[in-house]
């Protein structure tokens, strides 16, 4: 598999592979604060950004033309970033992997009245690839998971139901030829929502398909010759919304 794949839904093409060593800095809000009785206490968001800094080395700008037009604002967006990290952690919004003011053995899950309940949430899939879907419940609520066309054309629509209290309940599922994305809706009870291309096990965090912003590559001529023009790039991508 690649590094990644961008670009706007229904057209998430690879990304070209850059040099080892990919800093990742994650960006959380934070708030702390201590009393007279010199007692500290932190507040942290829920919702972490990350930026990617990806270097490529002795590369032809042609190699690098995707990014280069992503970088460029010509591609209308909102531009995506699914990387094969997520693909085998969690692809799932961070919204759904730790939400909700309900608790279910020790684990937290949506109660009547949480913002994500009833929401749907979108996400960029592959055409014609295994897909497992798995959440934690508390004996009641569901996970409606519908698959979109490009155009909007709803392609299947399947309601996961709740099992026993504590317990993850999962399905396996392959996207139809003309899938370009999905959608998950969470109702009251279901909490740690996890997707990952093929079968997994249990929950585990991690980077969903993330809505980017692919910044100007910055550039260093190496070699400037007829017909082989090859530089060294970097370039920030970095999460939004």
Same mark, same amino acid.
């Given at each position: 598999?690649?590094? $990644?794949?961008?670009?706007?839904?229904?057209?998430?093409?690879?990304?070209?592979?850059?040099?080892?060593?990919?800093?990742? =800095?994650?960006?959380?809000? !934070? =708030?702390?604060?201590?009393?007279?009785?010199?007692?500290?206490?932190?507040?942290?968001?829920?919702?972490?950004?990350?930026?990617?800094?990806?270097?490529?080395?002795?590369? +032809?700008?042609?190699?690098?033309?995707?990014? $280069?037009?992503? $970088?460029?604002?010509?591609?209308?967006?909102?531009?995506?970033?699914?990387?094969?990290?997520?693909?085998?952690?969690?692809?799932?919004?961070?919204?759904?992997?730790?939400?909700?003011?309900?608790? !279910?053995?020790?684990?937290?899950?949506?109660?009547?009245?949480?913002?994500?309940?009833?929401? &749907? +949430?979108?996400?960029?899939?592959?055409? &014609?690839?295994?897909?497992?879907?798995?959440?934690?419940? &508390?004996?009641?609520?569901?996970?409606? +998971?519908?698959?979109?066309?490009?155009?909007?054309?709803?392609?299947?629509?399947?309601?996961?139901?709740?099992?026993?209290?504590?317990?993850?309940?999962?399905?396996?599922?392959?996207?139809?030829?003309?899938?370009?994305?999905?959608?998950?809706?969470?109702?009251?009870?279901?909490?740690?929502? +996890?997707?990952?291309?093929?079968?997994?096990?249990?929950?585990?965090?991690?980077?969903?398909?993330?809505?980017?912003?692919?910044?100007?590559?910055?550039?260093?001529?190496?070699?400037?010759?007829?017909?082989?023009?090859?530089?060294?790039?970097?370039?920030?991508?970095?999460?939004?919304?």
């Amino acid at each position: 598999m690649t590094f $990644a794949l961008m670009g706007p839904v229904g057209e998430l093409r690879p990304a070209p592979a850059p040099e080892p060593g990919v800093s990742v =800095n994650a960006t959380q809000t !934070t =708030n702390q604060w201590m009393t007279l009785g010199e007692n500290r206490f932190t507040q942290g968001g829920k919702r972490i950004h990350r930026d990617w800094t990806l270097s490529f080395t002795w590369d +032809r700008p042609e190699e690098l033309a995707w990014l $280069a037009e992503l $970088a460029s604002g010509s591609v209308p967006g909102p531009i995506y970033l699914y990387t094969a990290k997520a693909a085998v952690e969690n692809l799932a919004p961070p919204a759904l992997q730790n939400c909700g003011s309900g608790v !279910t053995g020790r684990r937290r899950v949506l109660a009547a009245g949480d913002r994500e309940v009833g929401v &749907s +949430r979108k996400i960029p899939i592959k055409p &014609s690839t295994a897909y497992m879907v798995s959440a934690l419940t &508390s004996g009641s609520g569901s996970v409606t +998971r519908k698959i979109y066309t490009e155009a909007g054309v709803e392609l299947a629509s399947v309601v996961l139901a709740a099992g026993a209290s504590g317990v993850r309940v999962s399905a396996l599922f392959t996207t139809p030829a003309t899938a370009a994305y999905m959608t998950l809706t969470l109702t009251a009870g279901i909490g740690q929502v +996890r997707l990952t291309e093929g079968a997994h096990t249990g929950f585990m965090p991690g980077d969903g398909v993330a809505p980017i912003q692919v910044m100007a590559l910055q550039e260093v001529l190496q070699r400037v010759m007829a017909g082989d023009h090859r530089s060294d790039f970097t370039c920030t991508v970095m999460e939004v919304g």
